[in-house]
Structure formats: C-alpha cells, structure tokens
C-alpha cells in the first residue's frame, strides 16, 4: 500500500525536530543552512554588481564611443561623404552615423609633452556632446571672435597639466605629407601645429578622459588637409553587440576602400572582464553553495544512524522503502529550503541596498572605492534581475536534493531484524 505524502511530510519535520536535540548534529545542520545562506546571498549580490557593471558598460560608454568606424585608406577622405551618411542613416540596424575627422597627436605644454587623440566632429550633433560641459567663465565674445578654434578636453587632461578656462592649447599632428608618403624614408617630417582655445570638459570617465580632445569637423579636416571635408564615419547601432557583423557588412558594400573597426577591438576588454568576472563568480561560489549542502550528508547520516529502531519499526508496520526514503529527503530538503530562503532574502535585501551602504562607507571613511579617473564610472551600479535570484534558488536547491539521495538510500536499506531488540 502507497503510503500518503503528508505522512512523510510529518516524519520528516518530526525526525528534524528530534534531531536538534543533539548538539552535534544540530551544528552540523546549522552550518549546511548558513554555508547554503552564506553561497546563495553573495551570488546574489555579485551578479547584481555584473549585471550593473554591464548595464552601466551600455548606458555610458556605449554612448559616447563609436560602435563601428570607417576611414578611408588615404588622406583624401570620404568621398561623397554627405551622401554616403545619408545612406548609411537609412539602414534600419543604424542608429545614427555621424562624419567625423581623427588623428593622433602629442598636446605640447612648456617642455611636456602628452598623447592625445583627437577628433574633428559637429560637436553638437555628437553623442559625447552630453559629456561636454562648456566653461562659463569665458567671456563669450572672446570665443565667438576667436580666430582659433574651440577645444573640449577631457577632464583629467585638463587636471593634469593645470589648463585653464580660454588658454591657448597646441597640438602636434602628423604631417599630412607623411601620412600620405608610402614609400619608406629614413628623414622626419615636421608636424603640424594646430593651436586652440580650451572652452570645455569632456567627462566620460575612466581611460577616455586623458586623452580624448574635440574640435570642430571642418578646422580638423582642414589642418590634416582632407580634401571631402571628412577623414570617416562613425556608426552606432541600436544592438551595439551586433557592431562587428554589422561593420565588416556595411565596409564591404562600400564603394571606396575603408579601414574598418568596431568597439570591441577598442574597448571590447571592459566587456570581456566583466564576463570573465561573471563566470569566476559562478563557478566559485556554486562550489561554496555545494561545499554547504553536502553537509546536509553528514548530518543526515547521523539522523538514520540514530533513527535505525525508529526505520525498522516503520517498516514491520507496512512502510515501503521508497517512503523511508522519502522521509529523509524532505527532512534535507526542508534544512535547504531554509538556507535557500534566507540566503536569497538576504542577498536581495543587500542588493538594493549596496550602493547607498558603499556611499556612506565613503562619507565616513573619506575614500573613494571608484574612481572615475580610472574607471568609468565612480559609483558602484547593481541591478538586481529576477532570474538569477530564481537560478540562484534553483540551483542550491538541486545541489541539496542531490545531498540527501545517498542517506535515504542508506536508510531505506536498514534491515529492520537487526534493529529489533
């Protein structure tokens, strides 16, 4: 006869309960609820760290990069280029394309000297136009009249080396003569000066801001002597994951030959370490998770051990063995629920609140765990997704049941002859 659930149900609480008696095997079961509690809670909070490192990846520097680039192989430019953007806008994939003019070049201060890159665009049709921030203490005569051009600056250059609002800024470029020269020379050509006025920051965070400068498109191309009025374009897209497909398919319809490149060649390490990171952190703490349920083994085998006179009456009067076995693996399921559910409330709990905890570690203690000098953001982002609490949940709870086959084995298997004295 097939004996009820709700009987193996009220064993199982009966047998756990008697369990606690022992201080042993109660400290036993109380570690494989908090090591479960322990794995399931930081596994929480440190995907909701990845998934907000990845979210903050998207929405910041995503935005302002260029997700595909395309550069014409020589120093006449796009040819056509206002009607090539065009074209390149009407692709349904393509977010916005923008013609833009960029070069290397050293910023050139008294006797020091700084690596730069900078790019000619319409900085007011540009997404870093949303990092820019003009200087409001310059006279706006003194800019509108200038016969140099605006320079925008990324904010840690302009720290480093002490610029000021409205000073004259030179730039070093390379030669348009050399950059057009394929021949192999051992002689160096003069670069070419570009001198600007500093009237603004740009402050995108991390490595960006110690080298990127903006100018306009046309006083760029001109200096470089680029003939369309345009060196390349840069493209973003609506799935900036898409960007290496979508570039090398747009480069090579393209009617003139282009170099070509996309954001993961450029800045493809931030999202591989996160997903690196993500993976690490996985893999670790599901190992922590099962370290902690299969010590449900070693208290669960204790409890048949002590409950064998207990089994054996069970079965005399009629209990089958899938039922004793039944019996003790609700009674481990029942210690990993608990571990499941406090660990997963708690994790939750701490999700929320972390980046609010980590402010206020930093107003007590007067440090900054985040720089945006070196990385790109200076807070710590989370974003807390419902299917890793339940993937979290799912997973510690499989690693317990798998914890409790080998003791319910061991106890639907006691002979009940032996135990009856």
């Not at 370290?291 to 089994?311: D, R, T």
Request: hydrophobic content about 45%; some cysteine.
């Amino acid at each position: 006869m097939k004996q009820p659930f709700d009987l193996a149900w009220r064993l199982a609480k009966e047998f756990r309960k008697q369990q606690q008696d022992s201080r042993f095997t109660s400290f036993i079961t109380k570690a494989s609820i908090w090591g479960i509690s322990l794995g399931c809670a930081a596994l929480i909070i440190l995907l909701s760290v990845m998934n907000g490192f990845s979210e903050a990846l998207e929405d910041k520097v995503l935005s302002s990069i260029a997700h595909g680039e395309l550069y014409s192989v020589d120093n006449s430019g796009i040819q056509n280029v206002v009607t090539q953007v065009e074209q390149l806008n009407n692709y349904p994939f393509v977010k916005q394309a923008i013609p833009v003019t960029q070069s290397p070049g050293m910023l050139q201060q008294g006797n020091s000297m700084h690596g730069i890159g900078l790019l000619g665009v319409r900085i007011d049709q540009h997404p870093l136009a949303q990092f820019t921030t003009a200087y409001t203490d310059i006279e706006p005569h003194r800019l509108a009249d200038a016969p140099l051009p605006v320079f925008y600056m990324g904010k840690t250059l302009v720290k480093n080396f002490k610029l000021q609002p409205g000073q004259v800024i030179r730039l070093l470029l390379p030669s348009s003569a050399s950059a057009d020269n394929a021949k192999p020379t051992m002689s160096f050509q003069a670069p070419t000066i570009f001198n600007g006025i500093l009237g603004g920051e740009i402050n995108v965070g991390g490595e960006t801001d110690n080298f990127l400068v903006l100018a306009d498109l046309a006083s760029v191309s001109d200096v470089l002597e680029i003939a369309s009025g345009a060196k390349g374009v840069q493209i973003y897209y609506y799935d900036a994951y898409q960007a290496p497909q979508l570039t090398y398919q747009i480069g090579y319809d393209f009617p003139q030959a282009v170099y070509m490149s996309d954001w993961t060649r450029t800045h493809g390490h931030l999202y591989q370490d996160i997903q690196l990171v993500k993976v690490v952190v996985y893999i670790v703490l599901i190992l922590v998770i099962a370290v902690a349920s299969f010590n449900i083994v070693s208290s669960l085998m204790m409890g048949v051990k002590n409950k064998q006179k207990n089994i054996a009456i069970l079965k005399t009067m009629g209990a089958e063995e899938s039922f004793i076995a039944r019996v003790f693996v609700l009674q481990g399921m029942i210690n990993g629920f608990y571990g499941v559910f406090w660990g997963c409330l708690s994790g939750i709990v701490i999700s929320l609140s972390l980046p609010h905890l980590l402010n206020q570690w930093e107003a007590f203690t007067g440090t900054t765990v985040l720089d945006s000098e070196m990385y790109f953001i200076s807070y710590l982002p989370t974003s807390l997704q419902f299917q890793d609490v339940l993937l979290t949940a799912a997973i510690a709870l499989f690693l317990a049941f798998l914890a409790t086959l080998y003791p319910a084995k061991k106890a639907a298997n006691t002979v009940a002859a032996q135990h009856l004295h």
